[in-house]
């Protein structure tokens, strides 16, 4: 005679089945979504940010956030997959009540990291470049997606976090392959402007960082109280690659240096003072009128 499995046995093999059959789909699935992921989305994502000449550096983030969003998708699906719908279920109910408790917590972080993603794709500047913003001006030393590290001209490191740089202005001096740059030179009345000028002229042009083209241009741009304003507005190229605080110093020295051969001066402020002044001598007032 056959011994028939007990009822309870029998329940629990059928269950010992189910789960070994849901937990294959999940592997599964789990496995095929993450390796389509991995080979055909994220080396798709790669080739979209080389196109559009992203750093390195500034894809790397970027590829993580694909990576995790991959293992995310994977694992949602396999849940669904394999018919955990409850968990799945529960899972996202917490999921969300996280999501919002983090962020009214972190409205500033996710703030900057929005922020850090539109700088990554709209490319308003990049590393080595200089941005003015705020009154602060520097050279982008590191891109994060949470702030953005600037080094000042004066070698102080500033960081910035990320959406103060996409809420306001920021000017990008070198976003092209040229950066023109001016100076005042201030000479005296009594001076001949023309030579001045030619003199202005021919060190720009004889210095190798100035561009011939566009070339330099002189102008006579303000009468002050002792002195005349000839502003000189010159290129350089490569303005990301070049130092142009450099050149322009160098270029300034130049001039002065030649002003200084050709007798062209540089006036001091004027200042004239007019006033009564007592001196006691010997217990004597005298008054003496200066003039200056």
Partial sequence: MAIEPLPGLQGALGDYAIAVTQAVYFVV????????????????????????????????PLKRIVSVAVLFVAVSVAFGFAGYGNFLTSLATIAAAATLAIGFAMQDVIANFVAGVFIYTDEPFRIGDWIEWDGNSGIVEDISLRVTRVRTFDNELLTVPNSTLTDGVVKNPV???????????????????????????????????ILDDPAVSVRLTELGDSYVGLKSRFWIGNPSRSDFVKTRGEYVTAVKQRFDEEGIDIPYPVRTLDGDVDVEVTGEAVTDNLEA
């Fill in 29 to 60: 699935s789990f496995l095929a979504v993450y390796l389509v992921g991995r080979l055909a989305v994220q080396p798709l994502f790669e080739r979209v940010l080389q196109r559009r000449s992203l750093d390195a550096h500034a894809r790397r």
């Fill in 175 to 209: 976003a092209k392959d040229k950066l023109r740059l001016q100076f005042m030179f201030g000479i005296g009345y009594d001076d001949d402007i023309e030579a001045a000028t030619d003199i202005i002229v021919e060190e720009a042009e004889a210095h190798p960082d």
